[in-house]
């Protein structure tokens, strides 16, 4: 085959099923009539007209296009006419007759569409119905809520509305083109739903005014919810008690549907079931005592009720204290004392008594784990033994219980000492012995005296009598002059006191260190000269020994024998002894016996 029958061929097949047109659309364009604006009820003319060169069969088979809105939205007519004018009129137009509106026109394989025209209509929007399925539901559930505006022209704008206390709340927006809409709610409470609906021309500023409003009815998916507790009186502590969460489901939902049942105490889950009841029998304990939650679940629907146990607990054994230290209080101060329990319920009774149950001194009522009595100033009146008792009425009978004995001492703290020379004179000699008296003329027994030289702690002796102490001092050298004080304390803390000072002179004689150590020195001296006698006596008897060997030929030949003797010294060896004063008081340095005041 040549190549100019191939390059034939390809022509013919590349031009089978192409027909060349030989059309042009110059101009389209649409007008109405009245111009620009209208009357809601009266005629509008719209007229589409065309200038196009084509050949006289394709003038015959002119197709015309009426759109409404810039988008070309809806289709309002389409025809085929033989002319380049077509005409279609709206009979009736409404208000939502407003907006843009185009004209589109075919010929052949060519399109051209116009320039928009806007149109408004001035009137009323037919007002919308609504309807909604189904108008019984359950909590939960969804509706389908259906806006219709049948004799409107789309595109339209729908807006639903939802009522709550009579106030109307949008509860969803949609764009429809056509006159109609449907919208889908949930509904998430167990109250009587109201709902309407209105409609806007998506290019009008005119809007319907609010549907008749729909009223649905809204059922619980819990027919009935419980939530007992028995028994349903007081509960005291071993009683058997039961608690059960119990639910019945809407006759709307299937009887195989079953809820969850949750039974709570504080945010701690204790019991679970999805068998229609939840259930917890136990022997009752103060640990009982709780908020408890029952809580009903069933899709996104939660229920919740909730109850207070109490559990009766009768009082422990209350425990006494104070704020006394070691038991004891000064004469004024604020004295308290605490009457405390471990457990009981409230309220509970507390009684504090000083020495017997007929002398009750104070009783008060309340919700509170201890009880407080106060002596604003303590006296020495106030001293003894106290006790208190608690009670409740958590049990079948009254329950009181009593807590230890305390005692309490009220002490009169000690006024500021006085101190004076019993011997005469302001100057001694060594070797004097002197008496410093010390004595406090307020103050609770046992009292401390202590005496001080140059801040210096000296002695000290502990009275158990109203007697003042006396300290007796040997001076032996010229350091025991000075300022001489004394302190008195008795058991209260910090509660001691300083005498005034007083001073003397010690005037230096004869050394009585001699006089006072001579005996250690002579027996020094005589144990050195035994030691020197024994040490002589060895040497001796050691250098006969070698003597005697050396004369009976006992060295050996080519043998040195040396005899090392090692003396042994008894240098005086001095010591220094501490002159320790001797001090003696109307008292002793060990305890003594005394009554508490």
């Known amino acids: 085959m040549s190549k100019t029958t191939i390059l034939f061929f390809t022509q013919l097949l590349c031009g089978i099923g192409h027909v060349q047109t030989d059309v042009t659309i110059q101009k389209t364009e649409i007008k109405s009539d009245p111009e620009a604006s ?4 009266s005629s509008i003319t719209l007229t589409c007209s065309v200038s196009i060169v084509a050949t006289p069969d394709l003038l015959n088979q002119i197709s015309y296009s009426l759109y409404k809105g810039s988008q070309k939205n809806v289709l309002l007519n389409t025809s085929m006419a033989p002319e380049p004018k077509y005409s279609f009129t709206i009979q009736s137009a409404r208000a939502t007759h407003t907006g843009y509106y185009v004209c589109v026109v075919n010929v052949g394989d060519k399109t051209a569409t116009s320039d928009t025209l806007y149109i408004e209509v001035t009137g009323q929007i037919q007002r919308p119905r609504l309807a909604i399925q189904p108008m019984t539901v359950i909590v939960g559930s969804q509706i389908e809520l259906r806006c219709d505006s049948a004799e409107e022209i789309p595109p339209l704008d729908f807006t639903f509305y939802k009522y709550k206390n009579g106030r109307p709340s949008p509860a969803g927006q949609k764009a429809s083109d056509t006159n109609f809409v449907t919208h889908t709610l949930k509904v998430t409470e167990t109250t009587d739903q109201v709902y309407s609906c ?4 998506r ?3 005119t809007t319907s005014i609010n549907s008749e409003p729909v009223t649905i009815t809204v059922q619980d998916p819990f027919s009935s919810h419980l939530f007992t507790i028995e028994p349903q009186s007081r509960i005291f502590e071993g009683d058997d008690f039961t608690m059960r969460c119990t639910v019945q489901m809407s006759s709307l939902i299937p009887s195989s549907t079953k809820a969850e049942l949750t039974i709570t105490k504080g945010t701690t889950s204790i019991a679970n079931s999805v ?15 709780g908020q408890y939650t029952c809580h009903a679940m069933w899709k996104e629907t939660l229920k919740i009720l909730v109850k207070q146990v109490t559990v009766a607990v009768p009082v422990s054994k209350p425990s006494l204290n104070s704020t006394a230290f ?3 209080v000064a004469q004024g101060d604020r004295l308290n004392l605490t009457c405390a329990v471990v457990r009981g319920s409230w309220p509970i009774i507390y009684t504090f008594y000083k020495g017997t149950p007929e002398n009750s001194l104070h009783r008060s009522i309340l919700n509170a784990t201890a009880g407080v009595y106060t002596i604003p100033s303590a006296d020495t009146a106030d001293s003894g033994e106290y006790f208190c008792q608690a009670e409740n009425n958590a049990g079948v009978k009254h329950r009181s219980e009593r807590s230890q004995n305390i005692n309490i001492n009220v002490k009169v703290p000690v006024s500021e000492p006085k101190v004076n020379l019993l011997t005469s004179g302001t100057t001694y000699e060594i070797g004097k012995r002197i008496s410093i008296r010390c004595h406090s003329t307020n103050g609770s027994s046992p009292v401390t005296y202590s005496l001080f030289l140059n801040q210096r702690f000296i002695h000290s002796v502990k009275n158990c009598t109203t007697e003042p102490a006396v300290f007796n001092i040997l001076i032996n050298n010229t350091k025991d002059g000075g300022v001489y004080k004394c302190k008195a304390e008795n058991e209260i803390p910090n509660s001691f006191k300083f005498s005034e000072g007083i001073n003397f002179t010690i005037l230096g004689t004869k050394p009585m260190w001699l006089e006072y150590h001579m005996p250690r020195i002579l027996a020094f001296l005589l144990l050195f000269l ?7 006596k060895y040497r001796k008897n050691k250098r006969r020994k070698i003597v005697k060997q050396q004369n009976q030929g006992s060295v050996k030949d080519n043998t040195v024998l040396y005899s090392k003797v090692k003396g042994t010294a008894h240098p005086n060896e001095e010591k220094d002894y501490v002159n320790i004063p001797s001090l003696k ?3 002793t340095d060990s305890e003594c016996d005394c009554e508490m005041n």
């Open 530 to 536: 035994i030691c020197c006698y024994v040490h002589v």
């Open 38 to 41: 209208a009357q809601a009820g």
């Open 203 to 205: 290019s009008s500023a």
């Open 198 to 201: 209105k409609v806007k021309g």
């Open 585 to 587: 008081g109307t008292g």
């Open 326 to 328: 070691n038991s004891i």
């Open 275 to 289: 068998t229609g009841e939840a259930k917890i029998s136990k022997k009752a304990t103060a640990d009982d005592t």
